[in-house]
Structures are given as C-alpha cells and as structure tokens.
C-alpha cells in the first residue's frame, strides 16, 4: 500500500503563500487519484482538492478556488497545493488522501492517508 507524508506547513500571515507536498512511497502515485483534505480544529475534515490520476482534472471547494492549486509530479511520486492569498480561516491540519479510482471527495471514500501538517494564518 502506499505511505503518504505531507510537509511545507507552517506559520504564514494574512495574503501570503505556501507550498505543500505529499510525498509517496512504497507504489507509484500514478496508481491513484490524489487529494488535499483540512481541519480545523473542533471541525469536521473536509475536502479542499482533487486531482486524477494523470492530472488532466483538478477540483476545488468553492472556498479556495482561485487560490489554491493543486498538481501532481508522477516521476518525483508528489502531490502538491500551493495556496496563495491565505486567510485566517484556511488555518487547518492539512492531509493528503489517495483513491484508488478516483480522487475522493468524502473522508469515508478515501483509501490512504497522511499524517496531515499544519497550516497556521495570522493577521
């Protein structure tokens, strides 16, 4: 099964920028659709990316769309999510999730998980 780790969290203010990565290992990344999920604390996990198998389809949550990208590097087996124009309320544990089929949308859906990093906005 493949191991996901997440990094480029940290503490950033109001308007600027991060890059997260999901780094896989031990299968391919091409094998699966990717996805970004978040959460805050004392909130459900919620979906925030989608991305397919070759990358071709991306999809956003309405509140992110416009600012946040996500990609996918199949040869360096990495995901990515570069958040621009961060406001307080991205503040969040960031996961990546992997599906067999196709990127899921829903916490029940998704196969494999990341131990998440932390995203911290401040004004």
């Known amino acids: 099964q493949v191991q996901l780790v997440e990094s480029g969290g940290g503490l950033v203010q109001a308007g600027g920028s991060l890059r997260l990565s999901c780094a896989a290992s031990?299968?391919?990344?091409?094998?699966?659709?990717m996805a970004w999920f978040r959460q805050a604390p004392g909130k459900e996990r919620e979906f925030v990316a989608g991305i397919t198998k070759s990358g071709g389809t991306t999809t956003y949550t309405d509140s992110v769309k416009g600012r946040f990208t996500i990609s996918r590097d199949n040869a360096k087996n990495t995901v990515y999510l570069q958040m621009n124009s961060l406001k307080l309320e991205d503040t969040a544990t960031y996961f990546c999730?992997?599906?067999?089929?196709?990127?899921?949308?829903?916490?029940?859906?998704?196969?494999?998980w990341g131990r998440g990093t932390q995203v911290t906005v401040s004004s």
């Open positions: 999730a992997a599906d067999h089929v196709s990127y899921c949308t829903r916490v029940s859906e998704c196969d494999y």
């Open positions: 031990r299968r391919p990344i091409v094998y699966y659709a």
